[in-house]
Every structure is written in structure tokens, then in C-alpha cells.
T-cell receptor, first 113, second 115 residues
Framework: QKEVEQNSGPLSVPEGAIASLNCTYS??????FFWYRQYSGKSPELIMS????GDKEDGRFTAQLNKASQYVSLLIRDSQPSDSATYLC?????????????FGGGTRVLVKP | EPEVTQTPSHQVTQMGQEVILRCVPI?????FYWYRQILGQKVEFLVS????????KSEIFDDQFSVERPDGSNFTLKIRSTKLEDSAMYFC?????????????FGSGTRLTVV
């Protein structure tokens, strides 16, 4: 079973619409959850972190966490063409002695003008 | 904004040669990491380093790999005898504290091409 799973996409979204990205994880003991954005050929860039069940908003981004369902999501409101990128979900596991984050394969988002 | 700096940005090497990838983490960060990403694939953990020793390593990080913090600022990844399958983007990352609280800041990466 994959540790962190994401739909690879592409998720095609009209400009101004909401993009909804999902991520599931297998380690029930996971405590911290992160969303990174990665433009093609570039390094991942941290955009959101979430630790508690519920919603967390930061500008146009909202992260949602449901630990019982082992599910974390990211909403991008008022999507812009500059949001076109791959979005990586990353999870910190209690099993990880060295503080590693485990990444999903990413969801590619295309925002069409 | 503080950055993690990686050099070189691109390295081409012949199979069997040794390469050293260099990183300068953010100055007040205490935890250091190397990840790699083969083209089109996921970001994979290689090794984490804290308090001058390896705290965790993955199955990928075999005897051909080593890490070192030779001074107070640099953090290096050495691949002793490169293979074709080592071709990937290598990312250094650092965090101020445990990643569970802080997440990572990634460097811009070194693209390693083994020919």
C-alpha cells in the first residue's frame, strides 16, 4: 500500500474557479501534513501546513484535514494561470525517527484562461 | 528571505565517477535532508542529518552514498561510483526544528546526469 496517495491529474480548472485536490495517507499515526507546490523543473515550495482536524485558510488556499478518514485536501480559490503546477502532499510520520516527510506523487493542476 | 543554496545546478558525470553535491542550509536550521526526484517520479527521501550524524536513511541510500557537514555551513552528498540510474534531480532541504512542526525549505536542486 502506497504511503501517500494523490490523483496524478491533470486537473483542469477554468480561471477563477476552485481547484480541489485530495490526498490520502496510510499511517494512522501521522501528525503533520503539508502541501507543496512544484513548478516544472523547480524545487518544491511549501504553501500550507495543517496539524489539527478541520480547515485552515491562508489567502486563496484552504487545507482540510480529517484524521479519522486519513484524508487531507487543498482548495485553491479564484484559480489563476500562475497556479498551474504540480501540488505535492507530504506527511510526517511518527514512525520516522529522522523527521522525514513522505511525499505523494503529486497532482498536476492546469488553470486555463 | 533565507534560502537553501545548492551547487552546481547541473552536473554531468561519467558512469563510475564520484560526484559531490553541495548545499548551504539556512544558517539557523538544525535539521538537514537530501531527497531526489527522478524525472516524472515522486520526491524520494534519501537521508536526514541532525547533530552531526545521520538520523535516518532510506533503502536508496546504500554504501555508495555518504553525507558530511565538513564545516559550520556546508552539507554535502557524495556518490562514490555513479550509475546511470542515479540520474535525477537532487534536492537539499533544511528545517529549523523537527519537520513535523516546521516543514522543510528546499534548495533549487542539482540536476545530475550520468552518462
Amino acid at each position: 500500500q502506497k504511503e501517500v496517495e494523490q490523483n496524478s491529474g491533470p486537473l483542469s480548472v477554468p480561471e477563477g474557479a476552485i481547484a480541489s485536490l485530495n490526498c490520502t495517507y496510510s499511517d494512522r499515526g501521522s501528525q503533520s501534513f503539508f502541501w507543496y507546490r512544484q513548478y516544472s523543473g523547480k524545487s518544491p515550495e511549501l504553501i500550507m501546513s495543517i496539524y489539527s482536524n478541520g480547515d485552515k485558510e491562508d489567502g486563496r488556499f484552504t487545507a482540510q484535514l480529517n484524521k479519522a478518514s486519513q484524508y487531507v485536501s487543498l482548495l485553491i480559490r479564484d484559480s489563476q494561470p500562475s497556479d498551474s503546477a504540480t501540488y505535492l502532499c507530504a506527511v510526517n510520520s511518527l514512525k520516522a525517527a529522522g523527521n522525514k516527510l513522505t511525499f505523494g506523487g503529486g497532482t498536476r493542476v492546469l488553470v486555463k484562461p | 528571505e533565507p534560502e537553501v543554496t545548492q551547487t552546481p545546478s547541473h552536473q554531468v558525470t561519467q558512469m563510475g565517477q564520484e560526484v559531490i553535491l553541495r548545499c548551504v542550509p539556512i544558517s539557523n536550521h538544525l535539521y538537514f535532508y537530501w531527497y531526489r526526484q527522478i524525472l516524472g517520479q515522486k520526491v524520494e527521501f534519501l537521508v536526514s542529518f541532525y547533530n552531526n550524524e545521520i538520523s535516518e536513511k532510506s533503502e536508496i541510500f546504500d554504501d555508495q552514498f555518504s553525507v558530511e557537514r565538513p564545516d559550520g555551513s556546508n552539507f554535502t552528498l557524495k556518490i562514490r561510483s555513479t550509475k546511470l540510474e542515479d540520474s535525477a534531480m537532487y534536492f537539499c532541504a533544511s528545517s529549523e526544528g523537527p519537520s513535523g512542526f516546521y516543514g522543510y525549505t528546499f534548495g533549487s536542486g542539482t540536476r545530475l546526469t550520468v552518462v
